[in-house]
């Protein structure tokens, strides 16, 4: 039982490590802002939670009749703000005018995008795959 | 064996620190060191969760949830600073 | 449907629900003295604060959300995977894109979620809100076919969306 118990536990330490490490690479390695957000708001956040439902299992599991969720709130507090956090800082990558790798495709959208209008007619342009220069 | 895997996690995170101490120093915009940031205050999170975990105690537990707090109210603060060069309006 | 409380001194159940349940998870105990700490707080605060609310779109269908909220958390597990292989593989066969989706939902609430479901999962994080609510912006990590991802989160997120605040 405690060999099982602590097997789970390492199984799921090792998945929220890994994806932590994942979302770091990311931040280290891919070329521009906008592609770097990425990995950290998503794979930092899953990891995160991989982590916690750990240390919930050890911790409710450990002694007998001892119920230990509270780390479901810090859980639930990531995965709300974690993609709020994401938002406004593309907001401030976008108002910025931040380059974008050339290979971008529909970069037309960024001015329309950081004065919060609506995009104009050339939309349908971009629709056909043909990548933009900057 | 939950030990050496509690060790093995954290080395994994502190080197994900490390590479977000990079870009924090190398970071060519604000954008980008404010970013480095928000995920530094993550990792941090689960370095304390490893060690409740490690420690076997349950009391770190309030203060990863006010790092987590304290992380987002200075993200969203410095990107409304980025935005409008004010924090206050 | 906060507009007008339907209880006087009750003004706003579900949140006063949500604080009574907050409580307990932070003591992380069910001690009867922290049950009637709870009650009261989870009483007293929203009778302060209720006069602050905007009034918001009600949920329609609680059964439906509980289900929107699995299939999300199922998506945030699969495709984050994707993306862990996107990261880590070779990085010239990524093609990020800037799209404008438009958007059918109306109403704060609603577009909130949708906006957060699109950044938590992977492939996708949402930049911007057009001022007249009817477009917003994504930037993908990587990107086919323009009109195949608009119409994926389309028939994926924004649908049960609507049916949830049945707009």
């Known amino acids: 039982m405690n060999f099982i118990l602590e097997l789970v536990v390492s199984i799921f330490l090792l998945i929220g490590g890994g994806f932590i490490l994942v979302g770091s690479i990311g931040l280290m390695r891919l070329p521009d802002f906008m592609m770097r957000l990425h990995a950290p708001t998503k794979a930092t956040t899953l990891g995160m939670g991989g982590l916690l439902i750990a240390s919930m299992i050890l911790f409710t599991l450990r002694e007998p009749g001892h119920i230990s969720v509270h780390e479901l709130l810090i859980t639930i507090f990531l995965f709300i703000t974690a993609p709020v956090s994401a938002h406004m800082m593309a907001k ?23 004065q919060q209008l609506a995009p104009k007619q050339s939309l349908e342009q971009g629709n056909d795959g043909v990548s933009v220069k900057s | ?7 093995v996690v954290s080395i994994m995170v502190v080197v994900a620190l490390i590479l977000n101490l990079w870009r924090l120093f190398a970071g060519p915009d604000l954008a980008d060191r404010l970013l480095a940031l928000d995920t530094m205050y ?38 409304k600073y980025l935005l409008r060069g004010d924090i206050i309006e | ?18 604080l009574f349940v907050t409580w307990l998870l932070l003591n992380n105990t069910v001690a009867p003295g922290h049950l009637v ?9 929203p009778m302060l604060t209720s006069g602050l609310s905007h009034p918001q779109p009600a949920l329609h269908k609680p059964i439906k959300t509980l289900r929107y909220a699995l299939m999300v958390l199922g998506d945030i597990v699969t495709a984050n995977l994707e993306v862990a292989r996107q990261v880590l593989g070779p990085l ?26 699109v950044s938590l999962t992977p492939g996708t994080v949402s930049s911007e809100v057009s001022q007249c609510r009817k477009f917003l912006y994504i930037h993908a990590l990587t990107m086919k076919d323009e009109a195949e991802l608009i119409a994926t989160i389309k028939q994926r997120y924004e649908k049960p969306l609507m049916e949830i605040f049945s707009c």
Not at chain 2, 45 to 68: D, K, N, R, V
Not at chain 3, 1 to 18: E, G
Not at chain 3, 37 to 45: E, V
Not at chain 3, 92 to 117: R, W
């Open chain 2, 1 to 7: 064996m939950l030990s050496f895997t509690v060790i």
């Open chain 3, 92 to 117: 010239d066969q990524l093609h990020p894109a800037l799209v404008a989706l438009p958007l059918d939902i109306e109403g704060d609430l609603p577009i909130t979620l949708l906006a957060s479901t």
């Open chain 1, 92 to 114: 401030t990558a976008l108002h910025q005018k931040l380059k974008m790798i050339s290979r971008t495709r529909g970069q037309e959208l960024i001015d329309p995008a950081s």
């Open chain 3, 1 to 18: 449907m906060l507009a007008k409380p339907r209880f006087r001194w009750l003004p706003m159940p579900y949140h006063s629900i949500l």
């Open chain 2, 42 to 79: 993550i990792n941090s999170i689960a370095l304390i969760i490893l060690l409740g975990i490690w420690l076997g105690s349950t009391l770190y537990f309030e203060a990863a949830l006010l790092i987590a707090m304290l992380g987002f109210v200075s993200t969203a603060a410095l990107c």
């Open chain 3, 37 to 45: 700490l709870g009650a009261f707080l989870a009483w007293g605060i």
